[in-house]
């Protein structure tokens, strides 16, 4: 097997004095916004000079979808509530019903969106252009393989009440399913019952719904309306050190010997995955003509708690076979890795299996808080053994390709 080049001391310092750039001299990097667009151009001029062949490419993406529709789903859950407590003191059937259909177009509508990254609400939302960096290695004989690592451009927007060892997103989805799911089946029961006016049990289990809009105001006012986060942990560093990768191969004089190395910086992926849609659309006929693999890097602050996703919260699978490469590759290093699935929703590797592309994900276990949502995403809270570690996975993973074709 060739023995690929490790990550050097002075690469690693090149991981954060990039990162370190992109933070200073980038805006607020919301997705499909001048300082997204910075950071990716950034990205893209160092990498012209460690690759073979760089491009840029733009796309159009709809702005501020997921912030607008969670915030009217919210308040349609807080009215939803109180009519169901109103109507059911007044033995009201009508306002019941429209609460039963309520529940019904608001999970439907948080499923379709958030679930399975649903695009036809998309058009009654503000249009705006976006850009991808696309950056290739060549093999050192004729390529019957290629890898594409990649990473995002933009920054997640910003989440009150980040509480540290505290997965308050989560927390507060789930209770706003389980609320919404409470009330519905309360008031098909209510309907069911006869609509009595003023029964105890009614009364209960409408007061417990109205309970649930202190979870459903929390979730409301959950992302700052356009405050972004630094998004360093989740998209400055591991592009970063993908970058890096690529500096350490051209100084090594590197090459795979039948493997395509790429790298894939993707913009607005915090507007459900926009760029990696678009290209994975664009490209799925095009990366036909050899084996194709996609490695996004999500999420990286400790090597001692990273994991590989292959399936994700909405029922899609990814490549098992991929995960099970990366997890042999850890192994030859002496690493550890998890084997996960992610939570809710769909992950960074889901616009490539979807588009029949093998695929996988390398981040951080998502047993771990995440921290790239809040202020407290910090450049000095990264090792450089992640830096070290997770470099050297993605190398050796592409290593295990080159010697055993896809």
């Known amino acids: 097997m060739t023995i690929t080049p490790k990550l050097t001391q002075e690469n690693i310092d090149y991981v954060f004095s990039l990162a370190g750039r992109i933070l200073t001299e980038s805006s607020e990097r919301l997705p499909a916004t001048s300082g997204e667009a910075y950071s ?7 990498l012209k000079n460690y690759c073979d062949e760089t491009s840029e490419e733009s796309f159009t993406t709809h702005l501020k979808v997921g912030t607008i529709l969670l915030k009217v ?10 009519i169901f ?7 009201s059937v009508i306002p019941v019903c429209i609460c039963t ?4 177009l608001i999970f439907s509508a948080f499923s379709y969106k958030f679930f399975f990254d649903g695009k036809a609400l998309d058009v009654l939302f503000p249009k705006r252009m976006s850009i991808n960096v696309l950056a290739k290695r060549y093999a050192h004989s004729k390529a019957q393989n290629r890898v594409v690592l ?5 920054a997640p927007k ?8 505290t997965n308050l997103t989560t927390v507060l989805l789930a209770c706003c399913i389980i609320g919404n799911t409470f009330t519905f089946c309360s008031c098909i029961m209510y309907l069911f019952a006869g609509a009595p006016e003023n029964n105890a049990t009614f009364s209960f289990l409408s007061s417990v719904s109205l309970l649930f809009s202190v979870f459903y105001l929390l979730s409301l006012l959950l992302v700052h309306p356009s405050k972004a986060s630094s998004g360093l942990s989740s998209s400055i560093v591991p592009a970063a050190t993908i ?27 915090y507007s459900n995955h926009a760029g990696a849609y678009a290209f994975a659309s664009k490209y799925k006929k095009l990366m036909r003509d050899i084996p194709t693999v996609f490695i996004p890097v999500e999420e990286l602050t400790s090597s001692k708690h990273l994991a590989v996703f292959y399936k994700d919260g909405s029922g899609n699978e990814g490549s098992k076979a991929t995960a099970d490469i990366m997890a042999d590759a850890c192994d030859n290093l002496n690493l550890k890795i998890h084997k996960e699935n992610a939570i809710i929703g769909t992950s960074s590797f889901t616009p490539f299996t979807v588009h029949h592309f093998a695929s996988c994900s390398l981040g951080t276990s998502k047993k771990y808080i995440n921290k790239c949502f809040s202020t407290k995403d910090l450049l000095s809270n990264v090792s450089r053994k992640t830096i070290f570690d997770s470099a050297n996975i993605l190398m050796e993973t ?6 055993a074709r896809i």
């Open 101 to 104: 259909v309520l529940s019904i």
């Open 158 to 165: 910003r989440q009150r009440f980040f509480l540290y060892k």
């Open 243 to 269: 970058t890096a990768i690529m500096k350490q191969m051209s100084e090594n004089n590197f090459r795979y010997n039948q493997t395509e190395f790429c790298c894939l910086i993707v913009g607005s992926e």
């Open 150 to 154: 990649v990473a995002r451009a933009d």
């Open 73 to 82: 789903l919210c308040g349609l859950l807080i009215i939803s509530a109180f």
């Open 85 to 91: 407590k109103i109507a059911e003191s007044h033995g």
């Open 40 to 46: 990716a151009r950034l990205i893209l001029n160092e």
């Open 398 to 403: 592409t290593n295990y390709y080159d010697n």
